[in-house]
């Protein structure tokens, strides 16, 4: 059974941090790269970060470069997105994404290229 679960969302001050966790488990072929992603009501879904999970290669939106930090466990089947420096503009639910295709600095935000997506974890950043 495929499995993309998030934790460790919830409600932050300005400034502070929050680390979210992704688990992947019982995909059909091994994954390639993993991802998260937030939406915002009524906006589209944006790729907030990606990591290769053949090489290690971490790819950042350019909203998020210097403040987040996606990274994975040895075993390849967590995906941690550390969450530093927050903004009330970083609120929005987090969902995270595996793909079984390779992805790469061109591609990695074009999000039809994920298979697999979890429910989703809501960041709220308010005073």
């Known amino acids: 059974q495929v499995q993309v679960a998030e934790s460790g969302g919830g409600l932050a ?9 992704c688990a992947v ?4 072929l091994p ?24 090489d290690g290669s971490t790819y950042y939106s350019d909203s998020v470069k210097g ?3 996606i990274s994975m466990d040895n075993a390849k089947n967590t995906v ?19 793909s079984l295709g390779s992805l790469y600095s061109t591609n ?7 298979d697999y997506w979890g429910q989703g974890t809501q960041v709220t950043v308010s005073p």
């Open 13 to 21: 001050n300005p400034g502070a941090s929050l680390r979210l966790s």
């Open 25 to 28: 488990s019982g995909l059909p």
């Open 31 to 54: 994954h390639k790269a993993i991802g998260w992603v937030r939406q915002v009501p009524g906006k589209e879904r944006e790729g907030v970060a990606c990591i290769s999970t053949t």
């Open 67 to 69: 403040r987040f930090t």
């Open 80 to 98: 941690v997105l550390q969450m530093d420096n927050l903004e009330p503009e970083d609120t929005a639910v987090y969902y995270c994404a595996a």
């Open 108 to 114: 990695w935000y074009r999000l039809h290229l994920y």
